[in-house]
């Protein structure tokens, strides 16, 4: 009997799953497509667009939020949500910067202590979510304000500015390898890996089936628990691998550093495919959706449209893309249950 429940399970799930996954696919194409045009209607209003310093430009920030996007989409993946994302970014940011600053470390080691920060602030907000059992939207957002909190603490009210950082962190912006950004053969070797590891291995397997469907899941020996613990632990090493991303990029830093990057994270998240609701999306669909969004702000500034629109498409994507994420839902979840009828 436990071998028919097991053997019931899998159909449903895996054919849901492929359902949705077609759909995300189909919108990672649609997203190129879309960029595509926009470059070429911006272009004609303002040809600067397209100019290599520009384009350097926009590829350089867009892999900061493409890395952070990335490990946001394995934890929405899961049927979870991480708020917090923006102040492990500006917390490993100023963190990196001080000890830069006052000669503690040499660079190397320092990037090397941001990262396992934001590892460190990723695994107590999986040890939240998971041990304690808090719903992530509540513990996150708790964790955002303590994790920012904590930086505030530490700042003080002073700010590291560029000056007082070495030169050859700084310059960690500007590097290229054979002319492309060093930042983004960072982003696209850490979405690259990512999107091969959910593809290919049980681990990745078990992330969607937990997003999917969490009983089944349960039926079938995932410990479901320790996939979301991991999902998040994950989000924060690459939350602090954007943030010494962004100290190196932006040289001035504070407390307030990275403020608001969690609603364009979760806006690229989602406008690149990954549903809201857990189970179906890639990573390279949240990349893609990093690009779009940064493109959207660099062509308002270039237009000289005001900021304020940059904040309102963001919230619009997210309420577009949940609004179509829960219309497919239900439309493949009436297919698979239709497909089940003797």
């Avoid at 919108?27 to 272009?43: P, Y």
């Avoid at 930086?151 to 912006?173: H, S």
């Avoid at 998040?232 to 010494?244: D, H, T």
């Amino acid at each position: 009997m436990a071998k028919a429940t097991t053997l019931a399970v899998p159909p449903t799930t895996s054919t849901l799953g492929r359902l949705l996954g077609g759909a995300a696919r189909q919108r990672e194409l649609s997203l190129v497509v879309i960029l595509v045009l926009m470059v070429a209607v911006v272009a004609t209003q303002a040809s600067q667009v397209l100019s290599q310093s520009n384009l350097t430009d926009v590829l350089v920030l867009a892999s900061i939020i493409a890395v952070a996007a990335v490990g946001e989409a394995m934890v929405v993946i899961t049927r979870n949500v991480d708020l917090s994302v923006e102040a492990t970014m500006g917390l490993v940011a100023f963190a990196v910067a001080g000890i830069l600053a006052n000669g503690v470390l040499p660079i190397p080691l320092a990037m090397a202590f941001g990262v396992g920060l934001g590892l460190v602030l990723g695994l107590i907000n999986g040890l939240i979510v998971v041990v304690f059992r808090v719903p992530s939207i509540v513990a996150t957002l708790g964790t955002l304000s303590i994790y920012r909190g904590i930086d505030f603490l530490i700042a003080g009210g002073k700010q590291v500015t560029a000056t007082q950082l070495p030169p050859d962190y700084l310059a960690l912006a500007r590097a290229t390898v054979v002319g492309i950004p060093l930042f983004v053969i960072i982003a696209v070797a850490i979405t690259l890996v990512v999107a091969v590891i959910l593809r290919s291995t049980t681990f990745g397997r078990s992330v969607y089936a937990t997003g999917s469907n969490p009983e089944g899941a349960a039926v079938l020996g995932i410990r479901a628990g320790l996939v979301v613990f991991v999902a998040f632990a994950i989000c924060g090493l690459l939350g602090g691998v954007a943030g010494v991303m962004w100290g190196i990029l932006f040289g001035t830093i504070n407390a307030t550093s990275a403020t608001g990057v969690t609603l364009q994270v979760i806006a690229a998240v989602v406008v690149g495919g990954v549903n809201i609701f857990g189970g179906s999306g890639t990573v390279v669909g949240a990349a893609l959706g990093a690009l779009f969004l940064t493109f959207i702000g660099n062509a308002l500034i270039l237009l000289r449209l005001s900021q304020f629109w940059l904040q309102a498409i963001y919230g619009l994507v997210i309420l577009v893309a949940v609004t179509l994420d829960a219309v497919l839902v239900r439309r493949f979840q009436r297919t698979v249950s239709s497909r089940q009828r003797p």
